[in-house]
């Protein structure tokens, strides 16, 4: 079995995205155009040339101008036909914005376990799971998992359908290691895997969800905001109730916050992993307002873990220290890192909305914050699901 490493959250030196997409230049504008519309068109009459297709799927480009960035971004905007079109910065700067990572700490631990194992660990007791499945298992609720993909075979116990895959930009979301350090750090594929893991998770919360895995990380765990704000968009269109991000970056990208504001709009509600800096560090999508930003707790439960992010900003918490599920090959890793929290929040609201259906996301937050007990720096706490899921009775069930 292919066993992962270390460290996601070190400043990245070289080039994201070996598959499909490579790294941009400073220079480069990555915009979307609508159906029909020729980049080579939008190129001459913005002084830009066309540099190669992000995802030609959905007519996707990656521009570059030989001038300012900004202004080209602007004159690329402005053209009929154009989406959105926003600056590239992942050239220029190696840790920033457009570049994001996922958020696990440290290397993935093979351990002997059996899928016993897995359904009895400490975080289905803190989370009070087993009481909650006797009135929801999630069935009926589509969870997007926007990550690395997923190994069908490693978690034959989930229901799949959908998703795309935007890295390859191919209908098969599978996971992919490519046996080359495509980051530079000294470990070759040490996100491989990461999806899978995330994907058993939310089944482990909502054993009756449905998961649309959206393949927006290689296997080095690196993707771009554009990659992860289309997936957005395509989850959207997939019919998605939640949509679960386990990764992030420090820098705000408008097109992403776009997109998330869209998934708000339509009622679908958002799960991101708050990082992994054991600091007060924003990070984004999760700091945005329309996502809930997930920390993790220790194994106890009391307290966060020494490695999550923490703070004013963020709104929840849940168990994120060695956490034991599947991975690709057939064996069972033990993995931490808010990765590993915003799963169960995901799951969580599944069976929540299960239950009710036509809730609000606003009143998703709601019930989950209900009787949460606090935990310091770390939002609203910890998950008390009997009494979120009393919360839906009272406000979505009776009377
Ligand atoms: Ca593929
Ligand atoms: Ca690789
Ligand atoms: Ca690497
Ligand atoms: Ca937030």
Do not use: C
């Not at 996601?8 to 400073?26: D, F, M, Y």
């Not at 036909?81 to 700067?93: K, L, N, P």
């Not at 495509?182 to 998961?211: M, R, S, Y």
């Amino acid at each position: 079995m292919k066993l992962l490493s270390a460290g996601l959250s070190t400043i990245l030196l070289v080039p994201l995205l070996a598959t499909g997409a490579s790294a941009g230049e400073p220079g480069d504008i990555v915009a979307r155009l609508g159906s029909g519309v020729d980049p080579a068109a939008i190129a001459a009459a913005s002084d830009t040339t066309v540099v190669e297709p992000v995802l030609a799927s959905r007519n996707v480009w990656r521009f570059r101008s030989d001038h300012d960035a900004h202004k080209a971004a602007d004159k690329i905007k402005k053209q009929e036909g154009v989406a959105y079109a926003e600056e590239d910065i992942t050239g220029s700067i190696p840790e920033a914005g457009g570049r994001m990572s996922g958020w696990n700490d440290g290397e993935a631990r093979a351990v002997p376990s059996t899928e016993d194992d897995f359904r009895t660990q400490p975080a289905v007791g803190l989370l009070d799971l087993a009481a909650a499945h006797e009135q929801t298992h999630g069935a009926g609720v589509r969870v997007a998992v926007l990550d690395t993909g997923v190994d069908p075979s490693a978690v034959p116990f989930v229901t799949l359908d959908g998703g795309w895959d935007l890295v390859d930009d191919d209908p098969d979301p599978n996971e992919v290691a490519n046996g080359v350090d495509d980051d530079g750090d000294g470990t070759v594929d040490e996100a491989h895997g990461h999806g899978t893991h995330i994907t058993a998770i939310v089944d482990l919360a909502a054993p009756d969800v449905t998961v649309m895995p959206f393949r927006v990380l290689d296997a080095e765990g690196m993707g771009s905001s554009f990659l992860a704000a289309e997936a957005i968009w395509m989850a959207l269109e997939q019919g998605a109730d939640v949509i679960n991000i386990s990764f992030g970056a420090g820098e705000k990208s408008k097109v992403l916050e776009q997109a998330v504001k869209d998934a708000e709009d339509q009622q679908v509600v958002i799960v991101a992993a708050a990082g992994n800096t054991g600091t007060d560090e924003k990070h984004y999508p999760a700091e945005f307002d329309e996502v809930i930003a997930t920390a993790a707790l220790a194994t106890d439960g009391t307290v966060l873990a020494g490695f999550s992010s923490r703070g004013g900003w963020v709104d929840i918490s849940a168990p994120g220290e060695h956490i034991i599920a599947p991975v690709p090959g057939g064996g069972w890793a033990s993995w931490s890192g808010t990765s590993m929290a915003a799963p169960f929040i995901s799951g969580q609201a599944a069976l929540l909305l299960a239950l009710a259906p036509d809730m609000e996301a606003e009143d998703v937050w709601k019930a989950l914050e209900e009787d949460a007990l606090k935990v310091e720096d770390g939002g609203e706490g910890l998950v008390q699901l009997v009494a979120s899921i009393g919360w839906v009775h009272e406000h979505y069930l009776e009377g």
